[in-house]
């Protein structure tokens, strides 16, 4: 099995900054690329942004020059960098992985359970 555990979601006021963090372990042999989604309350899913465990990035363009996109390889973590927050960057954000596993054929893709971020006027 593998886990994605989120963490540094909360409030914060318009302007400010959060840090978000998505742990991956478990059967894990390779990472080949991690990423944030949002969901906004009566809206889908969208991608905020993503990486390749070799640092290719791509951000939706809503969240470019704001958030920034990293991955620790050796920690198989992903961080989501977020400045200059705005009430409509609220949402429920969640990590997404596209995980090898030890002994598995082909990769597969993981979800966390998603982390509150609240942004007041």
């Known amino acids: 099995q593998v886990q994605l555990v989120e963490s540094g979601g909360g409030l914060v006021q318009a302007g400010g900054s959060l840090r978000l963090s998505c742990a991956a372990s478990g059967n894990i042999f390779s990472v080949n690329a991690m990423a944030w989604y949002r969901q906004a309350p009566g809206k889908q899913r969208e991608l905020v942004a993503s990486t390749s465990s070799r640092g290719s990035t791509n951000y939706a363009d809503s969240m470019k020059g704001r958030f920034t996109i990293s991955m620790d390889n050796a920690k198989k973590t992903v961080y989501l960098q977020m400045n200059s927050l705005k009430t409509e960057d609220t949402a429920v954000y969640y990590c997404?992985?596209?995980?090898?596993?030890?002994?598995?054929?082909?990769?597969?893709?993981?979800w966390g359970q998603g982390t509150q971020v609240t942004v007041s006027s």
């Open positions: 997404n992985a596209d995980v090898v596993r030890f002994g598995g054929l082909g990769a597969y893709e993981y």
